[in-house]
């Protein structure tokens, strides 16, 4: 039998395409780490057998006005700004769940052992704190005294958080899994993952797209596709986890 035979098409073509996706998820994810490091927004999707949904998510660092009208004219979800589980110790923040003592407490979701929910909070300096630029300024300052906890663990608490912030409030904040993404893949989880990447402050912004027609979660090919139009990336959280976990 001869040495140098061609290897078998069929498997030659299956190892082309296997590389080219592979290339192709890797190239996904620097996207999505070169607009968070640049302060642009980034489209993830989750995974298909949890929530199934795609989250606009931007740097807290970075939210403006303009990116909370963004995300709320375009995406349409929940706007929240999630925190490290360091920084949530820090700032004293309980589990929303833990801190209502009410009958209607129920902190079993389907897509998870938990939810992330915190309290909602205002800046002290916003009026209603609903408009986007009193959004935008409770999102910044959440994430600049992140970025505070992050250079000096010690150096602010639970007081100083008081001192700035009042709940109940417009924006809830998110506490991320103690272990990160190797204790939780949800959109908090991927969105802090991002922001320790590229060394922003442990504080991402994430809001659900919705369909307009229907009412449901925007389906993976129509985020994908507002995505590709607008030129933002888009990017799986399977992919995120494998790079960054």
Do not use: W
């Not at 290897?7 to 290339?23: H, L, N, Q, R």
């Not at 349409?76 to 801190?99: E, H, Y």
């Amino acid at each position: 039998m001869r040495a140098d035979v061609d290897p078998d098409p069929k498997t030659g073509a299956a190892e082309t395409a296997e590389s080219a996706e592979t290339a192709e998820t890797a190239d996904s994810v620097e996207r999505a780490l070169d607009a968070f490091r640049a302060g642009d927004p980034v489209c993830v999707h989750d995974f298909a057998d949890r929530e199934g949904e795609t989250d606009i998510v931007y740097p807290a660092g970075a939210v403006d006005e303009t990116a909370v009208a963004h995300m709320r004219n375009d995406a349409g979800g929940l706007i929240c700004v999630a925190v490290s589980d360091a920084v949530g110790d820090a700032f004293d923040l309980p589990f929303l769940a833990d801190a209502i003592d009410h009958p209607a407490v129920d902190d079993d979701p389907d897509y998870d052992d938990r939810s992330s929910f915190s309290l909602p909070v205002n800046h002290r300096e916003t009026f209603t704190g609903i408009t986007d630029a009193d959004r935008a300024k409770t999102i910044v300052e959440v994430a600049n005294a992140a970025g505070r906890v992050r250079d000096d663990p010690t150096g602010y608490g639970p007081a100083d958080f008081a001192a700035e912030f009042r709940a109940p409030g417009h924006v809830h904040v998110l506490r991320g899994d103690r272990d990160g993404l190797a204790g939780r893949t949800g959109h908090t989880e991927l969105g802090l993952a991002m922001a320790e990447a590229v060394d922003a402050a442990p504080a991402a912004v994430v809001c659900e797209m919705l369909d307009d027609e229907s009412g449901d979660a925007l389906a993976p090919a129509d985020a994908a596709a507002y995505a590709a139009r607008r030129d933002i990336p888009y990017v799986e959280g399977a992919a995120l986890v494998e790079a960054l976990q």
